[in-house]
């Protein structure tokens, strides 16, 4: 069982962003990839509100000399709860339209948000602010890359079509069960339900900042249970106490935000800092059950159970895929 009061190992690496403004792609490459010929790693670290925040994804600009086994390799050494692979980095000759893929350190998933804004800043870094086209294994997903006024570097990704559905009474008995709820500590305004936005993601609202800081569990169990579902993302779980949504326009400088802890259980990681596919499921979730009135804008705070402070901006239009965006630095140390 996981005390959520000790934070789980992202890596065995001391991830730290460094500082805005500071960055040097060109060099900062580690070597994790490079042997026998193949292509180096940059560690990025992507949603940090604050210092020793963020997820930190790998990134491998040119992957198209890489076979399967050997992307597989790189993301089992580099660690991190995936690394994004550039396979092919000029489709048709165009350098904004690109083909990714991503791999955990035990596998090849579909989509992942924190790497996906974390290639982008690398690329908008080497080949300017402007908008890349992404294909990946769930479609093709747009990045839009600026610099802010403090010359940061920001980047959104807008998700594929979200698609929500309802879960079986018995995979929601097992999966509460597998955390250490019941049904009485879950929020009846907010069902249970499975939400798509390029990887599938169980939204488990609790309604009680207590239970929702308090529950663990068994990793083993729980990826048990997320492959047997195809659950190729995260378990998504918020704190509904205290959150407006009434306040979710975009029209207000000071955005109403929800909490929430992201199951992850692979390798040494348990629960993750930052996960923008997710952040894409809630906001998705959240205009097909009725609980946001959109256009909307919010936040999502993520990582403080695991010691790693995360802020996601999300943008839910009336109908279409849910833009997140958020920053990525270079990790050092």
Do not use: K
Not at 292 to 314: E, N, Y
């Amino acid at each position: 069982m996981i005390d959520p009061h000790v934070p789980a190992s992202v890596s065995s690496t001391d991830v730290r962003p460094q500082a805005a403004g500071s960055a040097d792609f060109s060099a900062s490459a580690d070597s994790a990839g490079s042997r026998d010929g193949r292509p180096a790693v940059l560690r990025l670290t992507a949603f940090a509100d604050g210092p020793g925040g963020g997820n930190p994804a790998g990134v491998v600009l040119d992957a198209s000399t890489l076979d399967d086994a050997q992307m597989q390799q790189i993301a089992a050494e580099v660690g991190y709860a995936e690394t994004a692979f550039v396979v092919e980095g000029a489709v048709g000759g165009d350098d904004r339209a690109l083909r990714t893929r991503y791999f955990s350190p035990i596998a090849e998933v579909p989509f992942c948000g924190h790497a996906t804004i974390a290639t982008a800043v690398a690329l908008a870094e080497e080949r300017g602010p402007g908008a890349f086209r992404f294909g990946t294994a769930v479609g093709e997903v747009v990045i839009d890359t600026s610099t802010d006024g403090d010359g940061v570097l920001r980047a959104a990704f807008t998700s594929v079509e979200p698609l929500t559905r309802a879960l079986e009474a018995g995979v929601v008995d097992e999966l509460l069960g597998l955390l250490g709820l019941d049904r009485d500590h879950l929020d009846p305004a907010w069902p249970l339900e499975e939400v798509f936005a390029g990887n599938w993601h169980p939204v488990v609202p609790v309604r009680s900042l207590a239970h929702f800081d308090a529950f663990g569990f068994d990793p083993d169990a729980v990826r048990e249970l997320m492959d047997r579902q195809g659950w190729a993302g995260t378990v998504t779980v918020v704190c509904t106490e205290g959150v407006e949504l009434a306040a979710c326009v975009p029209a207000y400088d000071e955005l109403p935000g929800i909490e929430a802890r992201n199951l992850f259980p692979v390798g040494t990681i348990t629960e993750d800092p930052a996960t923008g596919s997710a952040a894409a499921a809630l906001g998705a979730y959240l205009r097909a059950v009725g609980l946001l009135a959109p256009p909307a804008r919010f936040v999502v705070r993520q990582g403080r159970h695991v010691g790693r402070p995360s802020l996601l901006t999300l943008d839910v239009p009336p109908t279409g895929g849910v833009t997140v965006s958020g920053t990525a630095s270079l990790v050092v140390g």
